[in-house]
């Protein structure tokens, strides 16, 4: 396995390449196949105008800080996109399953 995109922190199951490109019934056709669990994500995204760095008043810590995609703090049991080290990550969500 490569491990080239640092913004990647999960698994790809389905990875199909074509000689041609699909048609837009194709693509409907493949996502309806899928066995997979969507999650409406309109309430994460509906105030959030921008991912900002979000830096500390002072002082420094050696603890875990995770933000939503608004700012705010969250912890650690928190499922979703959020910032860790000035970088957006999913965190704790698997659409996937073995």
Known sequence: MFNTDPMLN???????IYNYALS???????LTDL????????DSYED????EEV???KGTTNANVWYDLSGRP????HKGI???KGKPKIRNY????D
């Open 10 to 16: 999960g698994r790809i199951d389905d990875f199909r």
């Open 24 to 30: 837009a019934d194709e693509v409907k056709d493949i």
């Open 94 to 97: 698997h659409p996937i399953r």
């Open 74 to 77: 969250v912890n650690a049991s």
């Open 55 to 57: 830096k500390a008043d």
């Open 35 to 42: 066995d997979v669990q969507s999650k409406d994500l309109k």
């Open 82 to 84: 959020i910032i860790k």
């Open 48 to 51: 959030t105008t921008a991912i």
